[in-house]
């Protein structure tokens, strides 16, 4: 395994693709600051990863200025610089425009969009003093095309690709990359609690692969965004969907 010297942030990182992208990090060599709002879940995640001392897991609100002032406050004590982050907590509320009440589309907006524009104003002047990083939002394939019962989280996904141009348009010159992942639908705990057989039905015949992608599937686009090998890459979003943006319609 290579030597530790980088750190990346992730949020969201106690299970799901949050998690998944905390171990490909490691692997990888980084330390590793895993934030999350659920702190069971995250201590359990955490005492499933290795090295234990390129671990810092930290309970956290992304839309809590303080919390993120705090959680990143500690992360540079411990391991001394930021080099990606990961803009991966989010939640998931799937009703009707009519049904979805104003607190509710207050919070996924607050996670989904305020959370990523918070950790990257705390976080990008920590990766400045190193000569910059790498930021990668996780989005969404509902904020690419509209369809019924996203309408808080498809919206706030839209808005996360469009607060990813706007992060490269004026983080490039300082030396940070900013780019979005639009994931299709992969079997996680949101997966578990919104996709009513009738989702899932829709996804199968709308992706040409015809399958759930699955959690390593995202780390490692991430993980190839954040890595010298996407030097050139910049302000886009790439969706990792096993086809459905390409297609437009279903399938016959
Ligand atoms: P998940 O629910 O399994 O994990 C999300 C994690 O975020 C949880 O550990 C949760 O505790 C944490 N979280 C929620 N609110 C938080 C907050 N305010 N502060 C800090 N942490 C918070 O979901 P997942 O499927 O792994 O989703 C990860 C990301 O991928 C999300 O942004 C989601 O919108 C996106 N995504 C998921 C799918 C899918 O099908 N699973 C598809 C497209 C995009």
């Not at 009703?95 to 207050?106: A, D, I, N, Y």
């Not at 790498?134 to 996904?157: C, D, F, H, P, Q």
């Not at 009513?196 to 995202?218: F, K, M, N, V």
């Not at 890459?233 to 459905?244: E, K, R």
């Amino acid at each position: 395994m290579p030597p530790q010297t980088k750190s990346a942030v992730i949020t969201g990182a106690a299970r799901g693709i949050g998690l998944a992208i905390a171990r490909t990090f490691l692997a990888n060599g980084y330390h590793v600051t895993l934030l999350d709002i659920d702190g069971a879940e995250l201590r359990k995640a955490s005492a499933s990863l290795a090295p234990a001392d390129a671990v810092l897991a930290i309970e956290c609100d992304v839309s809590v200025p303080a919390q993120v002032q705090a959680a990143i406050r500690t992360t540079e004590e411990r391991f001394g610089r930021i080099d990606a982050l990961v803009n991966n907590a989010g939640v998931a509320v799937f009703k009707p425009l009519l049904e979805t009440s104003f607190e509710e589309w207050e919070r996924v907006l607050a996670v989904n969009l305020s959370g990523p524009f918070l950790c990257t104003q705390v976080c990008a002047p920590v990766m400045l003093k190193n000569g910059g990083g790498s930021i990668v939002n996780i989005a969404s394939i509902s904020g690419l095309r509209a369809s019924t019962l996203r309408v808080a989280y498809g919206t706030s996904k839209a808005g996360l690709m469009h607060l990813t141009r706007q992060q490269a348009a004026e983080l490039g010159n300082a030396g940070i990359r900013v780019n979005a992942i639009a994931p299709g639908p992969v079997e996680t705990a949101m997966a578990k609690q919104v996709h009513s057989p009738a989702i899932r039905a829709d996804y199968h015949d709308a992706i040409p692969l015809a399958r759930y992608g699955t959690e390593q599937e995202i780390a490692d686009a991430v993980y190839f965004l954040c890595s010298p090998a996407a030097s050139y890459i910049n302000g886009q979003t790439l969706a990792v969907d096993g086809g459905f943006d390409a297609v437009g319609i279903g399938l016959p």
